[in-house]
């Protein structure tokens, strides 16, 4: 089997432009223009971090799994994410081996993706999540 590619590391943060600061002071430049995600709740900033992103996320409302986050934990690493080809082809292969999906669907993300999460428990205490990117789409690093 292909080895999976890392696609982004996501931190939560109560304001994209306070949690932006380290990442600006390394160097790091945004992907793109700032993006809602409503159906997550969340706001988006994403840097380019080598072949991999920085996703930065900010609640839009109270009922976003990042608000609840912030107040259960404080800001901080929120979850890493991988990139299939397919998938739910990929979900398919995971259910087959047991793996905990937190929806049966998968859902819109950023940038024209379909994401879906598994629970932290089935990831030993973190929060994955699979991306699957439109086809022939190109980000940074072959995204
Ligand atoms: C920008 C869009 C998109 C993209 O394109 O990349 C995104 O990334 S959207 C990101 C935001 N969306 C989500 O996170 C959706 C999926 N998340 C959820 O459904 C929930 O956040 C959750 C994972 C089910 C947690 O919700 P919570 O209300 O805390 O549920 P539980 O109380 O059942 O928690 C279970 C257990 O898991 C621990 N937990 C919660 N969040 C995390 C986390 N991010 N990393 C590690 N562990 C986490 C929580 O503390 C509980 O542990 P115990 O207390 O030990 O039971
Ligand atoms: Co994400």
Do not use: C, N
């Not at 943060?13 to 932006?20: H, N, Q, R």
């Not at 996703?55 to 299939?84: K, M």
Request: aromatic share 4%; charged share 20%; hydrophobic share 40%.
């Amino acid at each position: 089997m292909k080895a999976m590619l890392l696609d982004h590391v996501a931190i939560a943060t109560p304001d994209l432009d306070l949690g932006a600061a380290p990442y600006t002071a390394l160097g790091l430049t945004p992907e793109g223009p700032d993006e809602e995600v409503a159906g997550q709740g969340v706001r988006v900033r994403a840097f380019v971090a080598g072949d991999t992103l920085i996703e930065l996320l900010a609640p839009t409302h109270p009922d976003s799994p990042i608000a609840a986050f912030l107040e259960r934990r404080g800001p901080g690493l929120h979850h890493t994410a991988y990139r299939v080809a397919d998938l739910d082809a990929e979900m398919a292969r995971l259910r087959g081996q047991g793996a905990r999906f937190l929806s049966d669907t998968p859902a819109p993300g950023r940038a024209g993706t379909r994401v879906a999460f598994l629970h932290p428990k089935w990831g030993a205490g973190t929060l994955i999540e699979l991306v699957e990117h439109p086809a022939g789409a190109h980000g940074q690093g072959g995204h």
